[in-house]
């Protein structure tokens, strides 16, 4: 059975970095597209990254292009999400999510299969 596991959240300062992972299990991911979505209280789950699991076709939400970067280990089956200087509004619960599916509508969560249990990242004044 597929299954995704993030870790690497907690709190920080707004200026600060955090690395969250994302260990998948139950196949392999080679012909995945891998994701990395956020919610906020209230607020709908918003795309922040994605990229294939061979490392190509990388795109990020404009609110986290050049602080953000998706990267993935093959050995270890685990996607990163390096978070530097942080702040307040990136605060969220992090997902990571995995979809056999290829085309133009990766920032659509309704378009990934599978998901991680969410990891809570708050990001302090």
């Known amino acids: 059975q597929v299954q995704l596991v993030e870790s690497g959240g907690g709190l920080v300062q707004a200026g600060g970095s955090l690395r969250l992972s994302c260990a998948g299990s139950?196949?392999?991911?080679?012909?995945?597209?891998m994701g990395w979505f956020r919610q906020a209280p209230v607020k709908d789950r918003q795309f922040v990254a994605r990229?294939?699991?061979?490392?190509?076709?990388?795109y990020y939400a404009d609110s986290v292009k050049g602080r953000f970067t998706i990267s993935r280990d093959n050995a270890k089956n685990t996607v990163y999400l390096q978070m530097n200087s942080l702040k307040p509004e990136d605060t969220a619960v992090y997902y990571c999510?995995?979809?056999?599916?290829?085309?133009?509508?990766?920032?659509?969560?309704?378009?990934?299969?599978?998901w991680g249990q969410g990891t809570q990242v708050t990001v302090s004044s």
């Open positions: 999510a995995a979809t056999r599916r290829g085309g133009d509508r990766y920032r659509d969560p309704g378009e990934y299969d599978y």
């Open positions: 139950g196949r392999t991911f080679s012909y995945y597209a």
């Open positions: 990229m294939m699991w061979s490392g190509s076709s990388i």
